[in-house]
């Protein structure tokens, strides 16, 4: 290891030495360097080994273009995969790790598996595991693939190690509305927003560098702004307005999504690239995307060895980091843009061996131990080199520049066109994008720094509609990538175009691209998809053009005709937990508890999420099994008395003149003849005649009603009935209001319910005479207003009592304290079976009708109409073959089937057997001394006394076909 | 995620919204409808490329019931309009 730094000069902080770990050994760069200048500093040049080919790999460029030099940052809980080396700031103590090689990325086993090269030619997996070119047998038999290769090539070619647990950082976000969002303190960006922020508009700046002024900090020499350098200019513009009110500046902040309406999301990372990042939610009237251009590498055989990099990588580690990145350089660049490198290098002290001249081509480098040795450049005679006149040129360090590429990324994201312009050498912006969009500087092909400035400027001040300003003056050092064009060397044939590289992260060649195009994968979208040109993390930035201009070129079309592929959020690789923010883990999700949740926690009981709602499954005491627990409680109820915390369950207050009109239309029996004082059982439908919801109806006065639903569907009923009576019924004069949370509910079942009840509602006249079966009172209860409603969802006597909210938990400490043994949901459900009450979502999916489940005698006749009346009508809800609810009895009484187990009739039938329907709902009944089920079976109305089969799982039982009334037959229980 | 301008709060964004699918359906006399116009109201539904008018709900803010223009090949949102209300006219003709 050599240390290369310069002895002074560069943007680093020589005051503020810094350690930092990579692959496992301790280095030491400045305040000021990234991971990769850092490395590079050091003298590591190999940064893992690639993709496919575990060739040794180093840094291409020292930018966000990056496509070799990305790593793991941390290990176990606090890895953070696919970070570019170039975008992570150095900070005291940052360990990062390559994402390849092993067992280290200099001494690679896999790379010596020389065959490698061959069968990892593009459509390699396609013609390998799913063409019939290879015995299946040789691969391992039917599941090969999963078995073996899968593992093992995951293993060779994976992009990063994810973390072991969970993300312990927190991460926050943010959310601004501006007049204008500029991406990009580029001098265009600083002079766009500089020029809205004059004109008076509030402006978001993000740029995802440490320090405004973009390529200038690279720059040998520096641009001119206003007699000083762009520099000092960019430093005090930045400053100036992240101190004005209403404006946000945002350094080491990535824009990794453009979506609808000017919302632009950002990433913010701290240095070493961890902990407490942020999201920025930018919603923003105009944008102005000064998102600069890339530098793209020349194509040429053995373009990817460590040590070749691109011109302005180079520059910028003599000039931004002081590094000297080696001794005797070979320029090769296809335009006259970066004539200042050759003076560059030699103030640094690195001798030129060769540039590279118009009329010649490298034809390849040699390397050794992932140090580059010589290049090799000869002559081009008719579009190809010719080898006869190669000459080698010894070399340690090669720049090379095929040219500049706007950086258009947000743009495509939100369906930019873009179309090859032969003048400046690049793909520009050709419109289709956002509205409200504007593209400024580099990023619109204005290279040269004054022209980027006066356009950044022009278009800041159109983004906040205001008249542009006279702007200061700009003298450029550099003329900009001047006659630029397709950046692909003429490389001879054979094996020398399998060793061009195109896409250096995924590994793709121009042999790969050409075999693709041959095999007719001719649209850039296919060739992509063949050969994953352009798929990586970077998403193909130094390779989107390339792999178009191979296509082009063994097509035989112009550029501009094959274009490039689409592009998708987001931008840069975005940690998940920096997505995910503050909801996760027990904020993932609001939770939802009834009042007794207390009570609930301290009998032990087992909870289950009802949509938000934690409820009570169960109440295990000591060692008892869920099956003990659960016959224990039903036995409760049937023998004494049970409490089951029924607050859950969705309450909807209906009012107005008329109320009645409005429930008889939204349920399929009549509620109009309802009476004050009673309740009725009623089915919602939809429109198309499906079951939607059920629940419990009481009418309170004559315009006033009381419904309940189901706890998990509280929500989408009441929306259901808003769009009815907003939309559909709007002369209907009711109101609804949700009192789910004012009303908390205990249910009271069992042979002693009515003793419990009477004990906390002394006032109350309970009797069958006062207050009978699917009837409801007022009550004192505890002193305090509450409501008695008698209804049973068991099968055995029941009251439900609703009290104020806050006083559900003195009621559920009555009820249990007078004798009520606490039951949960699943009870309940054992319960419900017996009696064949339906639980819309265990015997209904949508698919149900009332006649399916038996249940035709709730659907009224008499209406002209209520939802779902028509649909219940339509020919193939009237025929034959219907699925029909029964009950099953398994053969073996002590069989509990599998909910979801399939009926069928025959178990010996050959695969796939006919399948008659499915089993809803199962349990084990303390009471029956058996297992029991309902089902939805074809006809089954017809099939009650016929055997058949449930099968789960690669297991048959026969089962009995019967009614779903398993329990007091004729309901004397409940009518006490 | 869009920003909706709800006819009764302004500007919100969508989160707070529920989709309500295509507007100005006419659901016809379950009386006389015959198996086909019935089987049109429950299933059939334009889905145009370019503009149209659909329902939303402010269901996060004042859970009103509104229409909405909107194009579906850009996303772009037009007007909002209250329920009842005459549809305004499209900015341009919808491309189908």
């Given amino acids: 290891m050599k240390n290369r730094r310069l002895p002074e000069g560069g943007r680093i902080d020589r005051a503020r030495p810094i350690s930092f770990q990579y692959a496992g050994r301790a280095y030491q760069g400045y305040a000021g360097d990234t991971i990769a200048s850092a490395l590079l500093a050091n003298g590591v040049d190999v940064i893992g080994r690639s993709f496919k080919r575990h060739r040794p790999r180093g840094l291409l460029s020292l930018g966000i273009e990056e496509p070799n030099a990305v790593l793991n940052i941390g290990r176990g809980r606090d890895a953070l995969p696919n970070r570019i080396a170039s975008e992570v700031p150095l900070a005291p103590g940052v360990a990062a790790w390559p994402t390849r090689g092993w067992p280290s990325p200099t001494f690679d086993i896999a790379s010596i598996l020389g065959a490698w090269p061959a069968p990892l030619a593009a459509g390699f997996y396609y013609k390998t595991f799913m063409g019939p070119g290879v015995p299946r047998a040789l691969l391992g038999g039917r599941d090969g693939w999963n078995r073996i290769w899968e593992p093992v090539l995951r293993r060779m070619a994976g992009q990063g190690t994810a973390p072991t647990g969970l993300d312990p950082d927190a991460y926050d976000h943010m959310n601004i509305y501006v007049d204008v969002a500029v991406v990009g303190a580029g001098l265009a960006g600083l002079a766009a927003a500089n020029a809205a922020a004059s004109g008076g508009a509030s402006v978001a700046l993000v740029e995802r560098d440490i320090a405004p002024g973009g390529r200038s900090l690279s720059a040998v020499r520096q641009p001119m702004i206003d007699g000083g350098p762009a520099d000092i200019w960019a430093g005090g513009t930045f400053a100036a307005l992240s101190d004005k009110p209403g404006c946000h500046a945002l350094l080491r902040t990535t824009a990794f999504g453009l979506y609808d309406q000017g919302y632009l999301a950002a990433v913010e990372l701290p240095e070493g690239g961890k902990t407490a990042g942020r999201i920025w939610h930018i919603r923003a009237r105009k944008i102005v995307l000064a998102t600069g251009a890339m530098e793209r590498p020349m194509v040429f055989p053995g373009n990817d060895r460590p040590g070749v990099k691109l011109a302005s990588a180079m520059e910028a580690a003599i000039a931004r980091y002081a590094i000297r990145p080696g001794a005797r350089a070979v320029i090769y660049a296809n335009h006259q843009g970066i004539d200042g490198l050759a003076a560059a290098f030699a103030a640094a002290g690195i001798e030129v061996a060769a540039q590279v001249a118009p009329d010649e081509a490298v034809t390849g480098v040699q390397a050794s131990r992932g140090r580059l040795i010589s290049v090799d450049i000869a002559p081009v005679r008719d579009g190809a080199p010719d080898m006869t006149q190669r000459r080698r040129v010894s070399a340690d360090m090669m720049a090379t520049s095929g040219g500049w590429t706007p950086a258009l990324q947000l743009h495509v994201m939100t369906g930019g066109r873009q179309r090859w312009d032969p003048a400046l050498g690049c793909f520009v912006a050709d419109g289709g994008g956002q509205d409200g969009v504007l593209i400024a500087g580099a990023a619109a092909g204005q290279f040269q720094a004054s022209a980027a400035f006066a356009d950044g400027a022009a278009k800041g001040a159109e983004a906040a509609c205001v008249a542009p300003s006279a702007i200061p003056p700009v003298q450029d050092f550099d003329r900009g990538p001047d006659g630029q064009g397709i950046p692909i060397a003429p490389i001879a044939g054979g094996n020398a175009r399998k060793r061009a590289f195109v896409d250096m992260q995924h590994d793709v060649t121009v042999a790969d691209l050409e075999l693709a195009t041959r095999e007719g994968f001719t649209a850039i979208e296919h060739a992509k998809r063949y050969t994953t040109a352009g798929m990586a993390t970077d998403q193909g930035r130094t390779a989107q053009v390339a792999t178009a201009a191979v296509v082009a070129t063994s097509t035989g079309r112009d550029i501009g005709d094959v274009g490039v592929s689409g592009l998708r959020p987001p931008v840069t690789p975005v940690p998940f937990g920096a997505l995910g923010g503050r909801r996760v883990g027990p904020l993932f999700d609001l939770v939802r508890k009834t009042p007794t949740h207390a009570r609930q926690v301290a009998l032990g009981a087992v909870f289950e999420d009802v949509g938000q709602w934690k409820r009570a499954r169960y109440y295990p005491r000591a060692s008892e099994s869920m099956r003990d627990a659960v016959a224990r409680e039903c036995a409760a109820v049937r023998m004494s008395a049970g409490a089951l915390d029924v607050s859950t369950l969705g309450k909807i207050d209906v009012q107005g003149p008329d109320a009645a009109e409005f429930m008889n239309r939204i349920y399929t029996n009549r509620m109009d003849t309802l009476k004050p004082g009673r309740c009725r059982y009623g089915l919602m439908l939809k429109d198309d005649g499906m079951v939607f919801d059920d629940g419990v109806v009481a009418r309170i006065t004559a315009d006033r009603y009381h419904l309940t639903t189901t706890s998990g569907n509280a929500a989408a009923v009441m929306d259901w009935l808003e769009d009815w009576l907003q939309t559909e019924w709007p002369h209907l004069r009711v109101r609804l209001a949700s009192v789910t949370e004012q009303w908390a509910g205990v249910a009271v079942a069992g042979p002693d319910a009515r003793r419990i009840v009477a004990s906390l509602a002394s006032d109350a006249d309970l009797s069958n005479e006062a207050l009978p079966h699917l009837a409801w009172m007022e009550a004192q209860i505890l002193g305090g207003r509450g409501r008695i409603f008698r209804v049973s969802f068991s099968g055995e006597m029941g009251f439900e009592i609703n009290v104020p909210w806050r006083q559900g938990q003195a009621l559920w400490d009555a009820v249990t304290a007078a004798g009520a043994t606490p039951y949960g949901t699943e009870a309940m459900h054992v319960l419900r079976a017996e009696k064949g009450f339906i639980v819309v979502g265990h015997e209904t999916d949508g698919t149900v009708t009332p006649h399916d489940l038996g249940m035709g005698w709730i659907v009224s006749s008499k209406k002209a109409d209520f939802i779902g009346k028509r649909g219940l009508m339509r020919p193939a809800l009237v025929a034959k073959g219907r699925k029909q609810l029964v009950g099953l009895e398994p053969e073996d009484a002590s069989v509990v089937l599998d909910e979801g187990a399939q009926i069928i009739a025959d178990p010996d039938a050959p695969s796939p057997a006919p399948m008659l329907g499915h089993v809803t709902s199962s349990y084990w009944s303390a009471a029956l001394e058996r297992g029991f089920a309902m089902a939805l079976i074809k006809d089954g109305a017809e099939r009650h006394g016929d055997r058949l089969w449930a099968w789960s799982l690669g297991k048959a039982h026969p089962v009995r076909v019967r009614d779903t009334n398993f329990y007091d037959v004729e309901g004397a229980r409940m009518h006490g | ?96």
């Fill in chain 2, 1 to 96: 995620m869009l920003l909706i301008p709800c006819p009764y709060c302004g500007e919100r964004p969508e989160t707070e919204f529920a989709y309500g699918g295509e507007a100005h359906l006419t659901r016809p006399d379950p009386a006389a409808a015959s198996d086909a116009e019935w089987a049109a109201l429950l299933f059939l539904r334009e889905n145009p490329k370019g503009w149209t008018r659909e329902r939303w709900r402010h269901g996060a803010g004042c859970g009103r019931w509104f229409n909405l223009t909107r194009n579906t090949a850009t996303n772009t949102v037009g007007e909002s309009y209250a329920m009842g209300a005459a549809p305004p006219a499209f900015p341009e003709a919808p491309s189908t």
